[in-house]
């Protein structure tokens, strides 16, 4: 049976200011940046203040007067009945339970819809992406690669389409159903209660149920072309690495490169056949320099998870000095957030960004309230500090 879930107040009001009508990331973005989405909600409805700088921005894109028509009571109801009918979550950027992975992002969405447990994205992750018309040879690459990476302790982060992302879901899934400790994270374009495509339906229950579902489109919204290519950047801001199986030269997958390498995250490629038009983005990646994969072992390698072979820590962008303060405070044992608070000096909010970038760069793991250093602080003096 469904778990009906009782959004607060603040979180009704995120949700349908996310469901207005031309409401994208940045909008949604700014406009919760400067005010509560109590507040927003009201001045959007022309019952407070907005800042005149947002004025002057929603006014010259039109969208005050349709959000305005459409911001009613009606919309208020029906966001919080679908939010509570089907089990989910809403999270605003700022709040305490905000994935610390995403919280640094530049992109970071305003709002996420979740279902499952956010606790998997304190796990060590990686994108599985490429082609939704994959060959029978990469479909069966991405799961195997899926389930090898589970089986050791890492989160398959995929879109959840057809062809190589739903594959390397399936893959992971089948560790997990075998008491597996490591569930998937699913990143879609649509509403949690529109699943896409529908033949998926059953692979988004079950990862909602074993890992988690998330996305920033309120719930009801369609799968609309647009929001694909929205929906990469997040996959790309979740990942520690990316892999690519099987990509068309122009494909989305690549679009999903562009986000990961504009992050600092490592991309890495399956080679593939010479010729064959699902080969051509990846080999292409690894004409520009990108490492390959030829199985599980290079990516673990790449992590630093397979000590069977020396690790190129040199593959995990550097932290700043900004960001070398906080991981060094972790060097000697795990801290609490308020412990690193404590040792750099620092405001909490700068804190935690530092660490959502050292985790989001593969530098600490946090488990439990507790932050720790993945490797000691010699490696970021390896690395050439």
Do not use: K
Not at 31 to 44: G, H, K, M, N, Q
């Amino acid at each position: 049976m469904t778990e009906h879930v009782v959004p607060t107040v603040r979180q009704c009001h995120a949700a349908a200011l996310a469901a207005l009508p031309g409401m994208g990331p940045r909008r949604l973005r700014a406009l919760l940046t400067a005010l509560s989405p109590e507040r927003a909600w009201d001045a959007v409805r022309g019952a407070a203040v907005l800042p005149a700088h947002l004025v002057e921005r929603f006014e010259r894109t039109g969208v005050l007067a349709p959000w305005r028509s459409h911001a009613t009571d009606e919309l208020l109801s029906d966001v919080r009945r679908r939010v509570a009918m089907n089990a989910m979550r809403v999270v605003v950027l700022g709040d305490g339970d905000y994935p610390s992975v995403l919280a640094a992002d530049p992109e970071a969405p305003a709002v996420l819809f979740v279902r499952g447990s956010l606790d998997v994205l304190r796990c060590r992750r990686v994108a599985i992406v490429g082609t939704r018309a994959a060959t029978a040879s990469g479909r069966r690459f991405a799961r195997e690669l899926g389930r090898d990476l589970a089986q050791n302790g890492v989160a398959v982060v995929s879109g959840l389409a057809r062809g190589i992302d739903v594959a390397a879901h399936r893959g992971a899934l089948d560790v997990h159903e075998d008491g597996g400790r490591v569930g998937p994270v699913g990143v879609v374009a649509s509403g949690l209660d529109r699943p896409y495509p529908r033949e998926h339906v059953d692979v988004w229950n079950d990862v909602a149920r074993r890992g988690v579902l998330l996305c920033e489109s309120p719930p009801g919204t369609p799968a609309d072309a647009f929001r694909f290519p929205l929906r990469n950047r997040i996959i790309a801001a979740l990942s520690e690495i990316l892999v690519v199986v099987e990509s068309r030269a122009g494909g989305g997958s690549m679009l999903t490169v562009d986000h990961a390498l504009h992050r600092g995250v490592p991309v890495m490629a399956v080679p593939g056949s010479p010729g064959h038009v699902t080969s051509e983005g990846t080999n292409a990646l690894l004409a520009e320099g990108c490492a390959p994969v030829r199985n599980a072992d290079d990516v673990l390698e790449a992590l630093g998870l397979d000590h069977s072979r020396q690790l190129p820590r040199e593959m995990r962008p550097r932290p700043d000095p900004h960001d070398r303060v906080v991981l060094e405070a972790l060097a000697v044992a795990p801290l609490s957030l308020g412990e690193v608070v404590a040792h750099v000096d620092r405001p909490l909010h700068d804190v935690a960004v530092s660490l959502g970038r050292l985790s989001a760069h593969g530098w600490v793991v946090e488990h439990a309230g507790w932050w720790e250093s993945v490797h000691v602080v010699a490696a970021v003096e390896r690395s050439g500090r």
